[in-house]
């Protein structure tokens, strides 16, 4: 009887609330966006005073009710505002099929910002970069610099991989950018020489190990490249890269060659570490050697 009391006293009270909503202006119409009762907001969305401004503020609240997202997507006159859509591209609770619609009608460096923000979900992260790397072709080469500086780790992975000359250094140096992406890059068919030669001599990506293996791989590396980066790889890498076929063959007697080296420098290694008959006596030899002069002296 008491949970009967209680919900028939919270729909006396909300039911005015919904009503009031839809005639409320000014001050009363912005308390009313804060509420958290889904019929006040949908009631809200009737009303003639509710401008675009009051929509935005809507739209940043993240734990808006979906049914009300739904009912700002049917608002073609709504949709018509650049930010409308931007807010409504970015909530979490905006239709799927919707959101991706909306991200193609957005603008570059927003799509870039989308792509960045830390509270975005992944697939939204993902489908921005898309669009990102649909437009990548047509776009001047000054937005390709912008975007190389900018952009998330993919497109500035993406225009790497391109390899104009003016973009490469500064995709290179892009914050966003990750050994993964560059990799990416390297095993594309068809890399600029210019692209492999830049990574191959940066500062950060050519001391990175899985770089240097990629790089090592390229036949776009020149030999004295390849040649500085073989002491610094693993013996089984070695191995690997020695197989007939993955490397050229000159760069291949190199590798056959750093193979047997390491090999000689192992067992020499182990040898110095045996005890030896001759050379420098062992401390067991001293020893009786000491304890022989004791006695003779006696």
Known sequence: MADTNDLTTRDTREAPDAQHALVANG????????????????????????????????????????????????????????????????????????SLRLLRELYLMDLVQIALLPGVSAELKRNAEDQLAVRLPQLPLGQKITLARRGPARVAGLLLAEGHPLVIPVALDNSHLTAAQVLKALAREGVPESAVHAIAHHRKWSSDYNVRLALVRNPATT??????????????DLNEL??????????????????????????????????????QPSKDVKSRAKCSRWTSIR
């Open 242 to 279: 020695a197989a007939p076929g993955i490397v050229p063959e000159p760069l291949r007697k190199y590798l056959e060659a750093e193979v047997q080296r390491r090999i000689r420098a192992s067992e020499n290694s182990a040898d110095d570490k045996e005890p030896s008959d001759h050379g």
């Open 223 to 236: 030999l004295a490249v390849a040649l500085s980066f073989l002491p610094e790889l693993t013996v089984s």
């Open 27 to 98: 001050e009363q119409l912005a308390a009313l966006l804060h509420s958290d009762v889904e019929e006040v907001l949908l009631s809200l969305l009737k009303n003639p005073a509710l401008a675009e401004t009051d929509v935005a503020v809507l739209l940043a609240c993240k734990n808006l009710p979906t049914a009300v997202i739904d009912e700002i997507c049917k608002r073609r006159d709504w949709l018509k505002s650049y930010a409308l859509k931007k807010a409504l591209a970015c909530h979490p609770h905006t239709p799927r099929l919707v």
